[in-house]
């Protein structure tokens, strides 16, 4: 009960945004084709896996950010989604080679698992974890 069920991923250029997160996870982003709809409400439903998958986990979405870009050097002021991923170094440099950064080094949880903190294009952070129970 009381489960998070949906995450959205704030953009100003949420095409670019959405091409970093599809590149990078293999994520399907489509846009919601809603009649009439303004430029700032434009809405992308986030597809972390196939509709019919039974793999753990939840979709999202994408919508156009209505402020300024995360500041460098400021701490984290909302949520932080974290993806289970089945190689931490490989997105870590998948990360890198599509445009995001590398925030917080992997570091080992210990006897569980690699946790590393990144950031899009845009400065949103996320953060990634490769189950490892000799993670030391």
Known sequence: MNRVVHFEIHASDPEKIGTFYSEVFGWEIKEWEMPGV?????YWFVLTAPEDSKEPGINGGM?????????E?????????TISVENIDEYLERV???GGTVAVAKMAIPN?????????????TFGLYQEDS???
Request: with cysteine; net charge neutral.
């Open 63 to 71: 919508v156009v950010r209505r402020g300024e870009l995360p500041q």
């Open 134 to 136: 000799s993670a030391l």
């Open 112 to 124: 569980t698992a690699w946790l590393a903190y990144a950031k899009d294009p845009e400065g949103n």
């Open 38 to 42: 303004s430029e700032e409400n434009r």
């Open 96 to 98: 890198k080679s599509t």
């Open 73 to 81: 050097g400021v701490p984290v002021s909302s949520f932080v989604c």
